[in-house]
């Protein structure tokens, strides 16, 4: 083949496998019998069980009695390169079952912490991704940081139990010290920016993130 057919096969070949890269994944849009909907990337069926995988990544289980339908979903996205460079996913409302609600029920209750905050911190923070790693070296459901894992003793941030225990009594030592907004922007920015600006700190990210999760709980 002369070189310069050559050389524009394989730039058509690279294009082409540029575009594949580019194309939006598909999605699954799931309609719950209380008149609520969530995007999922794909589904399975396990006995009583629906089992979703999440577009930000992890997965979520749902009694099957719960789902009225299942649909496409028209909207394409792009699959993220890594957790940390995607926002969470954060449904219109609170997710109340999952995967994850007996360990919930469990730190709930031995920290004083309302369940429906954890579960709404854990959904802003990691989607339910229990692997999920930020930049910063935040890990795990709650996205915990090495130096509040110490705090607490807590030594395996990968493991769901053992991540909801340590969030779960951060937050009860944020709450013990603040008002459940500033307490939030303290989980996420730091108790010293919450002191330092004598509020929520004026960063996006974290006034963001307050409002995601007290929008949850109501």
Not at 52 to 57: F, K, P, Y
Not at 167 to 192: K, M
Not at 194 to 211: D, H, L, S
Request: net charge positive; proline share 6%; hydrophobic share 45%.
């Amino acid at each position: 083949m002369h070189f310069c057919s050559l050389r524009k096969v394989l730039t058509l070949l690279l294009a082409l496998m540029f575009l594949v890269a580019l194309r939006p994944a598909s999605a699954e849009l799931i309609f719950f019998s209380a008149d609520r909907s969530m995007s999922v990337k794909s589904h399975r069926v396990e006995g009583d069980q629906l089992i979703v995988s999440l577009r930000g990544g992890g997965e979520m289980t749902f009694d099957r009695a719960l789902i009225t339908s299942i649909k496409p979903d028209e909207v394409p996205y792009d699959e993220p390169q890594t957790v940390a460079d995607t926002p969470s996913l954060v449904a219109l409302q609170l997710v109340e079952q999952t995967a994850y609600d007996s360990i919930i029920e469990s730190a709930s209750a031995k920290h004083g912490v309302p369940a429906k905050l954890v579960k709404a911190v854990i959904q802003v923070e990691s989607s339910y991704q229990p692997r999920a790693r930020s930049p910063k070296g935040a890990m795990g459901l709650m996205q915990l940081m090495p130096g509040t894992a110490r705090q607490y003793r807590a030594r395996n941030l990968f493991d769901p139990r053992t991540n909801i225990d340590a969030g779960t009594r951060h937050l009860r030592s944020l709450l013990d010290r603040f008002e459940l907004p500033l307490a939030l922007a303290a989980y996420n920015a730091g108790e010293d920016a919450v002191r330092r600006f004598g509020g929520i700190p004026p960063f996006q990210e974290t006034q963001e993130y307050v409002r995601k999760i007290l929008a949850l709980v109501q």
